[in-house]
């Protein structure tokens, strides 16, 4: 993963690749897609991204990550394992 900039400012981080039975290619997540958000988090790095859902492990099973995919912004919702 990449940071994405946007108009010069860090707005997301840029998947550049997604490593087949993967977490993410298993909730469908593409090459290129920039993750915006994670539940309403706004993440502009990698580090912030891992940070984020590290420490919020234990306070949520269902993840909803705002992704820029093909020019359109969507909401993937994601349910940690066992949920």
Do not use: C, M
Request: glycine residues 12%; aromatic residues 8%; positive net charge.
């Amino acid at each position: 993963p990449t940071t994405h900039f946007k108009g010069g400012q860090r707005a997301g981080v840029e998947l550049s690749g997604v490593r087949a039975g993967s977490i993410a290619a298993r909730h469908g997540a593409q090459s290129g897609d920039v993750i915006i958000s994670i539940n309403g988090t706004p993440v502009s790095s990698q580090q912030e991204a891992i940070a984020f859902a590290k420490s919020n492990a234990e306070r949520y099973s269902v993840w909803q990550v705002e992704v820029l995919r093909f020019g359109r912004v969507e909401t993937v919702v994601y349910h940690s394992p066992g949920n």
